[in-house]
């Protein structure tokens, strides 16, 4: 069954420090996104991405994150000067239609220290 | 504001009983509500709703949307110890994004 790949499952990270999340999604969807879960939390929407522009973020991602989709397959999530407060669960989905069932990767857990 | 509101937090049930998992939304352009199972990382797709009234169902999982008082219910039938994980309602409301609820913990005892 095609899946959502992540790497790395887990990073640890200095304060101050960037970081690039990596994900590889299902090869003929066409929306990507970024959800985050910070331990215990709710799963937070972060952005999505369609046709390689961001189509929507939320109030969380400002200017300190920023996602791309370098070639035909990968999309990363950069976080610039992490913060205590980025450690979370980093999930990436993707999904062939917009608006219904998205299929999550198996995330990559941010330690920031 | 968008939400999504899920009852109870946390359950805990033996093997063989049958239960029934809530979500309530307040959102603005509904499109679809879906149920997820988390259990040690990403949540794993169950159900998609659209329609109300429309019973989906998979083996002893069936759930049911209601379009007119905003709410949904899963329901697990002959519950199973590999049953136990966070159950997730999230809706996809107008754009691109989901909002999820906070999950509800299911225990299931041998």
């Known amino acids: 069954e095609p899946e959502v790949t992540q790497t790395p499952s887990h990073q640890v990270t200095q304060m101050g420090q960037e970081v690039i999340l990596r994900c590889v999604p299902i090869?003929?969807?066409?929306?990507f996104y970024w959800y985050r879960q910070i331990l215990g939390q709710k799963v937070e929407f972060l952005v999505s991405?369609?046709?390689?522009?961001?189509?929507?973020k939320s109030e969380i991602f400002d200017d300190q994150f920023s996602v791309e989709r370098p070639d035909g397959s990968n999309f990363t999530l950069k976080i610039r000067s992490t913060k205590l407060e980025d450690s979370a669960m980093y999930f990436c989905?993707?999904?062939?239609?917009?608006?219904?069932?998205?299929?999550f990767g198996s995330g990559t857990r941010l330690t920031v220290v | 504001e968008d939400k999504v509101v899920q009852s109870p937090l946390s359950l805990v049930v033996h093997e063989g009983d049958t239960v029934t998992l809530n979500c309530s939304y307040e959102?603005?352009?509904?499109?679809?509500l879906l149920w997820y199972k988390q259990e040690k990382k990403a949540p794993t797709f169950l159900f998609m709703l659209t329609s109300s009234g429309i019973e989906k169902k998979s083996g002893r999982l069936s759930s049911i949307l209601d379009k007119k008082e905003l709410f949904s219910i899963l329901n697990i039938t002959a519950t199973q110890t590999g049953d136990s994980a966070v159950y997730l309602c999230?809706?996809?409301?107008?754009?691109?994004?989901?909002?999820f609820g906070a999950g509800t913990r299911l225990f299931v005892k041998a």
């Open positions: 991405f369609y046709n390689n522009e961001i189509s929507e």
């Open positions: 959102v603005t352009n509904f499109r679809s």
């Open positions: 999230a809706v996809s409301a107008g754009g691109f994004k989901t909002i």
């Open positions: 989905a993707s999904s062939g239609t917009g608006h219904y069932g998205y299929t």
């Open positions: 090869s003929n969807h066409l929306y």
